[in-house]
């Protein structure tokens, strides 16, 4: 399997220009909780998982690391 799903988040949020606190508001989440799933402390729940491939338009196999398409 390629990239961890939190090695993945960080990269597109960097690449889209986005903070850590403007993610954590999109998932309607304080910034410390995001910041745990973006260094891989807590697992991202499903619903944040299919809130963030929406808002990134990816697959949910490219947020988690299972597809580079």
């Given amino acids: 399997?390629?990239?961890?799903?939190?090695?993945?988040?960080?990269?597109?949020?960097?690449?889209?220009?986005?903070?850590?606190?403007d993610i954590a508001n999109v998932l309607n989440m304080q910034l410390t909780v995001y910041q745990r799933y973006e260094r891989g402390e807590r697992e991202l729940p499903l619903w944040a998982a299919i809130k963030l491939a929406d808002y990134y338009?990816?697959?949910l196999d490219y947020?988690?690391?299972r597809t580079d398409s």
């Fill in 1 to 21: 399997m390629g990239l961890y799903y939190y090695q993945r988040i960080r990269d597109l949020r960097e690449d889209h220009d986005k903070t850590q606190k």
């Fill in 57 to 59: 338009r990816v697959t």
């Fill in 63 to 65: 947020l988690v690391g």
